[in-house]
């Protein structure tokens, strides 16, 4: 048995280890060039102050003497939502508030809630709104086919939408500010090549706990990093779904909202691209939002947001090939840049290698892992992140730890999607606790042990603490000083002490 276990480990083990050791270098330096050329990207906009107002046009939206208001275009407002019961007024009021003549504006609220008490609640906040002036009205369906997408692409089918040249999407968490029609239609008017215009998320809640801190964080670099160099460079990025307002006539030419997948903002986003449209992102205009504060709710909309992307990938890879429309380079973008390395290379980088090879490598002292790539790399990427959220830098150890965790399910997620299994289309509605955690009497849903315990994230935690063990016992180097923090992050998840 020992000559056997010998000879297995030198034949098949240690060069399969091998291999995939080299795997992850390589993707260890594509994600380090990409993380910098992005923010190559930014420090060119911050030096030369290369704003979008300087590189389009844009000019104030004025009221004609003669016509009044009728010289501004008619815009259309979608706020859909599912069950929001928490943040629908919130929403609507935002919406309703907005510097706009509202004989040119067009509230639709895109419902598709079955609780018949939020029905209700916004058939009441409507008729208030109705009471005041403004053109709000409720599009609801029997039934929830294509979830998101397919209830905008219904709403778009109503007769008063045709007159509507512009529409704006906010989900119902979503607030923005009384001047955003007015900053961001004129880009629209005035560069008919422009088919959208997307604003940046700030987070009303993010200092509610440790885990929104850490959100606030990834999130700021994706907007501040990822979409403003996309703008700059290319004038493409992904549509996040809200807080953005899109030229009808695009839409309609790329073919409307599509379901095909979970993630019809980003599926939208692309066939436009394609189409040659160019997008224009704004990040010195916010609109505030709420971060899911509940760790099985962030554990969803995670899984949605990786399993959506790569199954995207997976049914348009050829469809970008094959295109006519847009240059070599900018296809090169999209499938290599925007797609594999940002939605499926970068998370399994970061699970597979840091919480898989590397405490592996604990039993395979004779296999060298170059240190540049468990700490010099690593570590710029993690300035390159970090830099997006200033504030927040003391907590860097814990962003680390914490987005290794999250990994896993971002990286199981990935899989579902390339691979398109059972969970390919599931869809959850994240919950949002809109005001209901500043009210005092806060009812507490108490939970058993075992319904707390999350067992992925325990299991994974056993592994990396028995690598931390035997490193500690047989090992050379400080490397189980890092597997034993890791294991203990996935612990804390793992037994529910994460979030609200």
């Known amino acids: 048995m020992q000559y056997l276990w010998i000879k297995t480990r030198s034949v098949v083990l240690v060069p399969v280890f091998k291999c995939l050791v080299v795997m992850c270098l390589v993707l260890s330096i594509i994600v380090f060039f990409e993380s910098f050329y992005m923010n190559f990207v930014i420090l060119f906009v911050k030096l030369f102050r290369r704003k979008p107002h300087k590189v389009y046009k844009w000019e104030a939206m004025l009221a004609d003497v003669e016509v009044g208001p009728d010289n501004y275009p008619m815009v259309l407002i979608q706020i859909p939502m599912y069950n929001e019961k928490e943040v629908y007024q919130l929403s609507i009021a935002a919406v309703c508030s907005l510097v706009w003549p509202s004989s040119r504006l067009v509230v639709q609220v895109v419902d598709d809630s079955t609780d018949p008490d939020v029905r209700e609640g916004v058939d009441v906040e409507i008729a208030k709104w109705q009471s005041q002036g403004i053109n709000i009205r409720c599009e609801r369906r029997d039934n929830r086919n294509g979830y998101k997408a397919g209830a905008m692409k219904e709403a778009l089918t109503h007769t008063y939408v045709k007159q509507c040249d512009f529409v704006a999407v906010f989900d119902a968490d979503f607030q923005p500010e009384p001047d955003y029609l007015t900053r961001t239609i004129p880009f ?57 307002v899109w030229r009808i006539s695009a839409l309609d030419a790329a073919g409307g909202w599509k379901s095909r997948t979970t993630v019809e903002d980003m599926d939208l986003a692309v066939r436009v691209g394609l189409h040659g449209w160019k997008f224009v992102y704004l990040n010195d205009l916010t609109v505030r939002n709420e971060l899911p504060s509940k760790f099985k709710a962030y554990r969803f909309q995670q899984h949605r947001w990786s ?173 189980h000083f890092y597997l034993f923090l890791q294991a203990t992050a996935f612990f804390v998840s793992g037994f529910g002490f994460v979030g609200t």
């Open 188 to 244: 629209l008017v005035h560069n008919p090549e422009v088919a959208l215009v997307q604003a940046r998320w700030i987070f009303v809640n993010a200092d509610k706990c440790l885990m929104t801190r850490m959100q606030e964080m990834s999130l700021n670099y994706h907007f501040k990093v990822e979409q403003e160099s996309g703008s700059t460079r290319h004038a493409f990025f992904g549509f996040n779904g809200t807080a953005g």
């Open 307 to 479: 399993c959506g992307p790569a199954n995207l990938f997976r049914k348009m890879t050829m469809e970008i090939i094959h295109n006519k429309r847009v240059s070599v380079w900018k296809k090169f973008y999209v499938i290599y840049s925007f797609f594999f390395v940002r939605k499926v290379a970068v998370h399994f980088l970061t699970f597979f290698f840091y919480c898989i090879v590397v405490p592996t490598s604990v039993f395979f002292p004779e296999i060298y892992i170059p240190s540049w790539s468990t700490i010099y790399v690593p570590s710029l990427i993690t300035i390159f992140h970090t830099m997006a959220t200033p504030r927040s830098f003391y907590l860097v150890i814990f962003w680390i730890l914490f987005e290794n965790v999250m990994a896993m399910h971002r990286t199981k997620g990935t899989w579902i999607g390339l691979l398109e299994g059972g969970r390919v289309n599931e869809w959850v509605v994240t919950e949002k606790l809109g005001d209901a955690l500043k009210k005092k009497l806060l009812p507490v849903q108490r939970k058993s042990c075992y319904q707390r315990i999350n067992s992925k994230e325990v299991m994974v935690g056993v592994y990396i603490l028995g690598c931390a063990l035997y490193g500690l016992i047989y090992g050379h180097t400080w490397l």
